[in-house]
């Protein structure tokens, strides 16, 4: 059990290195840094490759900068199918794995490094594997992950799936009858070119898509009028995505500087807690600590960093926590004072419980130097004593009640 227990600990830690880093947490940022720096000099050692003159000059540098970053993304692959439960906490090990292994990013993390490798074991395949290298351009897709810009582009997709589908199955139709109309005005002039109705497609799609390639084209007088027609037609039907994602970026941008014009107001108020080794929320992540109905916490200050707290972040010796909590409607208000035993005070050298005090006054706690003392009626007040009393009156000023 112990066992288990300390494993989940080190795969939660590796988890949060792995993950997208935030300002205090320095293992995940260097670990972020690293990868977005392999991953570029693998791509520009794929791009130079190619040239024979940096081929012949720096052919091992290239070699050795390759071996080293696919390293890398082998380790990283293996380090986060070890992290896969942490990914998909309700699933189990087993079905945590396979969730990531047939993810997108897990294909992805896959295809940057296994290329390289199965020529080792086929080298039959070598120049089919080979191509397959290209996939490790499909990793910079890892990189929106930081940037929230990158983010908009990917809301975007998915909140117009449906516009943007409908739009792609519009230029399907739209492609395949223009074939078959192209077959019927042009087949008796060119047999060869539109053998049959498919044989239109390519020419469909370069006139739709506005690029106009010009290896098939009509030679009638029916079929160029066609063609006219179909070329205004692809430029209003290329303009539907373009306009879908053109105002879904409008939306978003709109929504995320307007997001709090809408909404209601609220009363918060707020405490800052600061956490010490003996707290139980240390080494705990925010989703596991138990708050109460209406409270949240609002912001971690670590080493002089703010982070938003997210379900993934581990509290830490030495954090502040901002708390806050909904203001209660129609409640009393309360009073809040701090008042230091001065050395004439009257309460020096008392018992509390023979203390008189006002109605609906209650002491909240005591505080004598470092230490905070729960307030009993055996607990003697003593001179420098900092006593925090909270009360539905107007609590009388400091110089009020000392003597």
């Given at each position: 059990?112990?066992?288990?227990?300390?494993?989940?600990e080190?795969?939660s830690k590796?988890?949060?290195?792995?993950?997208?880093?935030?300002?205090?947490?320095?293992?995940?940022?260097?670990?972020?840094?690293?990868?977005?720096?392999?991953?570029v000099?693998?791509?520009?050692?794929?791009?130079?490759?190619?040239?024979?003159?940096?081929?012949?000059?720096?052919?091992?540098?290239?070699?050795q900068?390759?071996?080293?970053?696919?390293?890398?993304?082998?380790?990283?692959?293996?380090?986060?199918?070890?992290?896969?439960k942490?990914?998909?906490?309700?699933?189990?090990?087993?079905?945590?794995?396979?969730?990531?292994?047939?993810?997108?990013?897990?294909?992805?993390?896959?295809?940057?490094?296994?290329?390289?490798?199965?020529?080792?074991?086929?080298?039959?395949?070598?120049?089919?594997?080979?191509?397959?290298r290209?996939?490790?351009?499909l990793?910079?897709?890892?990189?929106?992950?930081?940037y929230?810009?990158?983010n908009?582009?990917?809301e975007?997709?998915?909140?117009?799936?449906?516009?943007?589908?409908?739009?792609?199955?519009?230029?399907?139709?739209?492609?395949l009858a223009?074939?078959?109309?192209m077959?019927?005005?042009?087949?008796?002039?060119?047999p060869?070119?539109?053998?049959?109705?498919?044989?239109g497609?390519w020419?469909?799609a370069?006139?739709?898509?506005?690029?106009?390639?010009?290896?098939?084209?009509?030679?009638?007088?029916?079929g160029?009028?066609?063609?006219?027609i179909?070329?205004?037609?692809?430029?209003?039907?290329v303009?539907?995505?373009?306009?879908?994602?053109?105002?879904?970026?409008?939306?978003?941008?709109t929504?995320?500087?307007?997001?709090?014009?809408y909404?209601k107001?609220?009363?918060?108020?707020?405490?800052?807690i600061?956490?010490s080794?003996?707290?139980?929320?240390?080494?705990?992540?925010?989703r596991?600590?138990?708050?109460p109905?209406?409270?949240?916490?609002?912001?971690?200050?670590r080493?002089?960093?703010?982070?938003?707290?997210?379900?993934?972040?581990?509290f830490?010796?030495g954090?502040?926590?901002?708390?806050?909590?909904?203001?209660?409607?129609?409640?009393?208000?309360?009073?809040?004072?701090?008042?230091?035993?001065?050395?004439?005070?009257?309460?020096?050298?008392?018992?509390i419980?023979?203390?008189?005090?006002?109605?609906?006054?209650?002491?909240?706690?005591?505080?004598?130097?470092?230490?905070?003392?729960?307030?009993?009626?055996?607990?003697?007040?003593?001179?420098g004593?900092?006593?925090?009393?909270?009360?539905?009156?107007?609590?009388?000023?400091?110089?009020?009640?000392q003597?």
């Amino acid at each position: 059990m112990e066992k288990n227990r300390g494993f989940n600990e080190f795969r939660s830690k590796l988890f949060r290195i792995i993950s997208v880093g935030y300002l205090g947490d320095f293992p995940s940022v260097v670990y972020d840094v690293i990868g977005s720096a392999a991953l570029v000099l693998n791509l520009v050692a794929a791009v130079l490759s190619t040239f024979d003159d940096v081929q012949s000059v720096c052919g091992s540098v290239l070699e050795q900068v390759e071996y080293w970053t696919v390293l890398f993304f082998a380790i990283d692959y293996i380090l986060r199918a070890i992290c896969a439960k942490c990914m998909y906490p309700d699933k189990s090990e087993f079905k945590a794995f396979i969730a990531y292994f047939f993810s997108l990013l897990g294909i992805i993390d896959l295809l940057s490094f296994l290329p390289y490798y199965l020529p080792f074991f086929f080298p039959a395949g070598a120049t089919a594997f080979r191509m397959f290298r290209v996939a490790r351009v499909l990793r910079l897709f890892r990189i929106n992950a930081y940037y929230d810009s990158l983010n908009v582009i990917t809301e975007i997709i998915k909140n117009k799936a449906q516009q943007l589908l409908s739009s792609v199955f519009i230029i399907a139709v739209m492609m395949l009858a223009s074939s078959l109309c192209m077959y019927s005005l042009e087949h008796e002039a060119q047999p060869d070119v539109f053998e049959n109705a498919f044989s239109g497609i390519w020419w469909a799609a370069s006139t739709l898509l506005t690029v106009g390639y010009g290896d098939i084209y009509p030679v009638t007088i029916m079929g160029k009028v066609f063609g006219i027609i179909l070329a205004f037609l692809g430029v209003l039907i290329v303009a539907i995505p373009t306009g879908i994602i053109s105002a879904g970026f409008v939306e978003q941008y709109t929504k995320l500087k307007h997001m709090g014009d809408y909404s209601k107001s609220i009363d918060m108020h707020f405490i800052k807690i600061q956490l010490s080794t003996k707290d139980k929320w240390v080494n705990k992540k925010v989703r596991e600590v138990e708050m109460p109905h209406g409270a949240l916490i609002a912001m971690i200050q670590r080493q002089g960093n703010t982070i938003i707290p997210n379900g993934n972040i581990v509290f830490e010796p030495g954090d502040k926590v901002v708390i806050g909590a909904q203001a209660l409607k129609n409640d009393t208000p309360m009073n809040l004072k701090e008042v230091t035993l001065g050395p004439t005070h009257p309460w020096n050298d008392k018992f509390i419980k023979d203390l008189n005090f006002p109605r609906q006054t209650i002491l909240l706690s005591i505080k004598r130097g470092s230490r905070t003392i729960v307030p009993k009626g055996g607990v003697k007040l003593k001179q420098g004593d900092t006593i925090v009393v909270i009360s539905k009156f107007h609590l009388p000023e400091e110089d009020e009640i000392q003597v």
